[in-house]
């Protein structure tokens, strides 16, 4: 059955999309409706869902050790000593992914129904949305490095065509082309980590390296610790591409111009969370390199603050949860960077969970606003949308970290874990435990001006999205509530059924260390919701505030001015030596060189041609005067 969970979503895809081609083919005038289109894409993932759960239950029944379900498709790569089948691999991690993937995307599917109802072009979404399910799942399903990079491109050209979905907008144009560009700078870094890893171990098959690797034991030789680390730092470069962390989170903020269950779907249940599959599914090379666990941990401390500082001051609903996305991202990789990979992979699951719910409910409140974005003009949407008002609630007080939500759980874990592992340290716990009051604060800010108080704009006729669109925010609204379930303290199921993937670490800190940690994680989160709630209760108290903070307002809102240094750095040098390169390089040098050869054999074929006159007698005379020459010569040479 393994090869079901992405024959569907491939069937959902072909279905819609050929059906969308045939009618474009065609010139027929009547479009396929949304509602159509969108039974075909959701009934092909929730089928994938219920074959992902079917196998999880069988996993589930088995002991730890045999906790594996292998299926190889057909012979895929023959070059020399490498020979690599198409398999396909589902385990205790992967089973997760996958749940997580066709679950949550099911949910954003049926949305979406209602979203893009009126969209011109509806079967073609669906399609693509099928086709990035596909390539996500062959993503986490590939027992091979190679398998994984074909659903790591697959997901970056299905992100690409649905950021850029409305392409006739130059905005959404060109945020489309920016994911794409950005990610595969960062795919270059994939591919010679693979390079290294095939050239040192020989294999690029999940369980082959890993027993290769484990071979080797703790005592490496210098060659051998330089090469691991070389390969893990390699691929983190893929991951910081894939999962927006510095310096190549600057696609995903722009990202938001595609339709918002693009948003949920990509940019925070499935696709920026590959990075943290390929550190987890290659934990055993990465714990063998203290250097890369490093600077993975420092990268995604720094990512989650970084970014968090931006959100604080953005307007935009969807810029904000971009934000939000990127610094929670830094979390993960602080979990994974501190070895507690179970953390990175619990927090994953929790995201996934409150940041589709935050996501599809700011495209319900854009859906009811008539498409305004910018929380300046809301407020009071309480009243109006109490049902898309109710879902996000839940949402914020899981992010803020508020206990017994999802969010508090995994996040705390993280915490804990970065300030009592050997790999952690006090300083990242401590930028990690700022980042979450700045979370806090900034969620508040938008929940507070978004829903309550007064409204702002007297143009909008706000009201609550349909059913179709607020059923799946109800279902996402409980698993965000409880969600944390799967990872208590001292009653961790999540750590159990990852064993046979992932080894437990131990950790120095004792119970009461762990207590106080989560009391302070908790009055941080408080404190954050306070200070948001003291500051914007009054809008005249924000704009005095920000009147007297206006050069780092300026900073924050322009983002750091980062894509101008890289536009001044990067951008603008490369498009100056691409014009040099054009203009004067190839039209002046090589299109001369080129054309003085046509010239040449032009004028050449003139001169030729001027001795063809068509008289017979001067045919004649060239004639006997070549004869003469001939024999005159053939006899010059027999008299020497």
Same mark, same amino acid.
């Given at each position: 059955m393994l090869v079901w969970i992405l024959l569907l979503p491939l069937i959902g895809f072909l279905i819609n999309g050929c059906s969308y081609a045939f009618i474009q083919a065609s010139g027929m005038k009547k479009k396929i409706s949304a509602t159509v289109s969108g039974l075909i894409g959701t009934t092909a993932i929730v089928g994938s869902f219920i074959v992902s759960l079917i196998l999880f239950l069988d996993l589930f029944s088995q002991v730890d050790e045999q906790r594996e379900i292998t299926q190889v498709l057909f012979n895929w790569i023959k070059v020399g000593p490498l020979l690599l089948d198409f398999t396909l691999r589902l385990d205790s991690l992967s089973t997760l992914f996958t749940l997580v993937i066709t679950g949550v995307g099911s949910f954003i599917h049926i949305y979406s129904i209602g979203y893009m109802g009126h969209d011109d072009a509806p079967a073609k979404f669906f399609a693509y949305l099928n086709l990035f399910c596909f390539a996500m799942l062959a993503l986490v399903l590939g027992a091979s490095l190679p398998v994984m990079f074909l659903g790591w491109e697959g997901v970056g050209l299905c992100s690409y065509l649905l950021i850029g979905f409305w392409y006739a907008d130059d905005e959404k144009a060109i945020a489309g082309?920016?994911?794409?560009? &950005?990610?595969?700078?960062?795919?270059?870094?994939?591919?010679?980590?693979?390079? &290294?890893?095939?050239?040192?171990?020989?294999?690029?098959?999940?369980?082959?390296?890993?027993?290769? =690797?484990?071979?080797?034991?703790?005592?490496?030789?210098?060659?051998?610790?330089?090469?691991?680390?070389? $390969?893990?730092?390699?691929?983190? &470069?893929?991951?910081?591409?894939?999962? %927006? *962390?510095?310096? #190549?989170?600057?696609?995903?903020?722009?990202?938001m111009a595609g339709p918002t269950p693009v948003s949920a779907l990509i940019h925070a249940a499935t696709m920026v969370t590959s990075g943290i599959y390929l550190v987890t599914r290659l934990n055993f090379l990465f714990s063998l390199s203290p250097i890369a666990l490093?600077?993975?941990?420092?990268?995604? %401390?720094?990512?989650?603050?970084?970014? $968090?500082?931006? %959100? =604080?001051? *953005?307007?935009?609903?969807?810029?904000?949860?971009?934000?939000?996305? =990127?610094? *929670?991202?830094?979390?993960?990789?602080?979990?994974?960077?501190?070895?507690?990979?179970?953390?990175? =992979?619990?927090?994953?699951?929790?995201?996934?969970?409150?940041? %589709?719910? #935050?996501?599809?409910?700011?495209?319900s409140v854009i859906h009811g606003m008539s498409e305004e974005q910018n929380i300046l003009k809301m407020g009071g949407l309480k009243k109006y949308m109490p049902q898309t008002f109710f879902v996000f609630l839940i949402g914020w007080l899981a992010i803020c970290g508020i206990p017994p939500f999802s969010g508090f759980f995994s996040k705390d874990e993280i915490l804990w874990k970065a300030f009592s592992s050997e790999h952690g340290s006090k300083p990242l716990w401590f930028i990690a435990a700022v980042t979450a009051v700045m979370t806090a604060f900034y969620m508040t800010r938008m929940f507070i001006l978004t829903f309550l108080g007064e409204m702002r704009s007297h143009d909008a006729h706000p009201h609550d999205s349909p059913a179709i669109m607020t059923v799946p925010l109800f279902f996402l609204a409980i698993l965000s509530a409880v969600g944390g379930i799967l990872g208590i303290p001292?009653?961790?199921?999540?750590?159990?059924?990852?064993?046979?993937?992932?080894?437990?670490?131990?950790?120095?800190?004792?119970?009461?260390?762990?207590?106080v940690l989560m009391g302070l994680s908790v009055a941080g989160a408080i404190f954050g919701i306070v200070f948001s709630f003291s500051?914007?209760?009054? #809008?005249?108290?924000?704009?005095?505030?920000?009147?007297?903070?206006?050069?780092?307002?300026?900073v924050l809102f322009n983002k750091w001015y980062v894509d101008e240094a890289y536009f001044a750095a990067i951008v603008n040098p490369f498009i100056k030596t691409s014009q040099f390169l054009w203009k004067v390089v190839d039209v002046k040098v090589v299109d001369r060189i080129v054309m003085s050869f046509g010239r040449v054999s032009s004028r050449s074929g003139e001169w030729i041609r001027t001795s063809q006159t068509g008289l017979l007698q001067v045919y004649a005379i060239v004639f006997v005067m070549s004869i003469v020459f001939t024999l005159g010569y053939i006899i010059y040479g027999l008299a020497r």
């Open positions: 082309k920016k994911a794409f560009i &950005v990610n595969r700078i960062g795919d270059l870094g994939f591919i010679l980590g693979m390079f &290294v890893l095939y050239t040192t171990f020989g294999t690029l098959d999940f369980l082959e390296l890993k027993v290769k =690797v484990l071979a080797l034991g703790h005592t490496l030789s210098p060659d051998m610790l330089y090469l691991i680390t070389s $390969a893990c730092l390699l691929l983190f &470069v893929g991951c910081t591409g894939k999962s %927006a *962390q510095i310096p #190549l989170y600057v696609w995903l903020p722009d990202a490093e600077v993975m941990a420092w990268v995604g %401390a720094l990512t989650a603050f970084f970014a $968090a500082t931006i %959100a =604080v001051v *953005q307007t935009d609903i969807k810029k904000v949860l971009a934000y939000s996305t =990127v610094s *929670q991202l830094g979390y993960m990789f602080l979990g994974c960077g501190v070895a507690a990979y179970s953390a990175g =992979v619990f927090h994953v699951i929790t995201h996934a969970f409150f940041k %589709a719910l #935050l996501f599809l409910s700011a495209g001292h009653m961790n199921w999540l750590d159990h059924w990852l064993s046979p993937t992932i080894p437990s670490h131990g950790y120095e800190a004792s119970d009461s260390t762990e207590w500051i914007y209760r009054s #809008l005249k108290k924000a704009e005095e505030l920000k009147e007297s903070w206006s050069g780092i307002h300026r």
